[in-house]
């Protein structure tokens, strides 16, 4: 199996690329953003607590998302490999993933991180807010948490998959092309 970590700060293009490397690779997205909002939008008892947190930009809590991913990974048994997106976001998310996916017999190929300066961040996901409709990326305050987040539970699991040899930085600046070719490129290398 091939089992990617697509990992960066929110707006770096992990959604934007993970479209893509899902066709390339035939992988299943898995996405707890994506997963958070369907449980908004079908009105669940989860969605209604997360939607709580996610407006102000906080992190819900760890079993929350570990009991999502949990249950698309047990419900995928046939998946050639799956790319995290925006999961793990802190070192008890990625313990779990490890555990896991080693009762599934498999474990992380890699996590590929894609790098963008904050400056260019809140300039895209303010962007994206415009046509997103996502209330997260219209407030600069939240944005602002969102980051501050990032830095401060999630940017640390840069050095959980490193000191396990299992770490690739990619240059999140530039043409959707080129980023991509460059995430293939480091995949190929983890194949
Ligand atoms: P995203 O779509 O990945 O930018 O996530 C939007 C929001 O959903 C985040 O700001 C968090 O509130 C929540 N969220 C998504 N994934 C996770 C995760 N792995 N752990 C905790 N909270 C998450």
């Given at each position: 199996?091939?089992?990617?970590?697509?990992?960066?700060?929110?707006?770096?293009?992990?959604?934007?690329?993970?479209?893509?490397?899902?066709?390339?690779?035939?992988?299943?997205?898995?996405?707890?953003?994506?997963?958070?909002?369907?449980?908004?939008?079908?009105?669940?008892?989860?969605?209604?607590?997360?939607?709580?947190?996610?407006?102000?930009?906080?992190l819900v809590p760890d079993e929350v998302v570990?009991?999502?991913?949990?249950?698309?990974?047990?419900?995928?048994?046939?998946?050639?490999?799956?790319?995290?997106?925006?999961?793990?976001?802190?070192?008890?998310?990625?313990?779990?993933?490890?555990?896991?996916?080693?009762?599934?017999?498999?474990?992380?190929?890699?996590?590929?991180?894609?790098?963008?300066?904050?400056?260019?961040?809140i300039k895209r996901l303010l962007n994206r807010?415009?046509?997103?409709?996502?209330?997260?990326?219209?407030?600069?305050?939240?944005?602002?948490?969102?980051?501050?987040?990032?830095?401060?539970?999630?940017?640390?699991?840069?050095?959980?998959?490193?000191?396990?040899?299992?770490?690739?930085?990619?240059?999140?600046?530039g043409s959707l092309e080129t980023i991509f070719?460059?995430?293939?490129?480091?995949?190929?290398?983890?194949?």
């Amino acid at each position: 199996m091939l089992n990617l970590v697509l990992f960066g700060p929110p707006g770096a293009g992990k959604g934007t690329q993970s479209v893509k490397l899902v066709e390339r690779f035939q992988l299943i997205h898995l996405s707890t953003g994506d997963l958070l909002r369907s449980e908004i939008t079908a009105g669940t008892a989860l969605g209604i607590e997360a939607k709580q947190l996610m407006d102000k930009g906080i992190l819900v809590p760890d079993e929350v998302v570990i009991g999502m991913i949990r249950s698309k990974l047990t419900s995928n048994p046939q998946a050639n490999g799956f790319i995290f997106d925006g999961f793990p976001r802190t070192i008890a998310q990625a313990e779990a993933l490890d555990n896991l996916l080693k009762e599934l017999h498999t474990s992380i190929s890699g996590m590929l991180a894609l790098e963008v300066n904050d400056e260019e961040l809140i300039k895209r996901l303010l962007n994206r807010g415009k046509d997103s409709g996502r209330s997260d990326d219209q407030d600069e305050s939240i944005i602002a948490n969102r980051i501050k987040e990032y830095n401060n539970k999630t940017a640390p699991l840069a050095s959980y998959y490193s000191a396990r040899g299992k770490y690739t930085g990619v240059n999140g600046i530039g043409s959707l092309e080129t980023i991509f070719n460059d995430l293939c490129g480091s995949i190929e290398k983890l194949k």
